[in-house]
């Protein structure tokens, strides 16, 4: 077995790097925001009742933070639009110009397909 002495390495006791404290963040900055949630005496369009919220981390085996956190996700998919908003339909000038550089014979019947709605 080899000792300290005979690799010529001086032991020394690991120390923990000094901390600046100018330099650590905040726990503000880094801490995700908290909120209240109140639960309704009954259900209704706006809220749940504890029966209902209790039903529904059993069924789902969430917990109360999970549960909340998976219908709002759902809310979210449902509300809010998956893309940027664009300017709205082509006009007829932009049309004409797509046809004239595909080269393709498309008429508007073409566009009453199935497939285009």
Avoid at 70 to 99: M, S
Wanted: proline content about 4%; charged content about 30%; hydrophobic content about 35%.
């Amino acid at each position: 077995m080899t000792t300290i002495t005979e690799t010529h390495v001086a032991a020394t006791a690991k120390r923990r790097p000094r901390v600046d404290k100018s330099k650590v963040e905040t726990g503000a900055q880094t801490t995700p925001k908290k909120f209240l949630f109140q639960l309704r005496a009954r259900d209704n369009e706006y809220g749940v009742s504890e029966a209902t919220f209790t039903r529904l981390m059993e069924e789902l085996a969430l917990n109360q933070t999970e549960l909340v956190h998976k219908a709002l996700r759902y809310l979210a998919h449902d509300v809010l639009p998956a893309y940027e908003l664009d300017n709205g339909p082509l006009t007829d000038a932009q049309h004409t110009a797509i046809n004239k550089i595909s080269g393709m014979e498309i008429s508007k019947e073409d566009l009453d397909s199935p497939l285009f709605k």
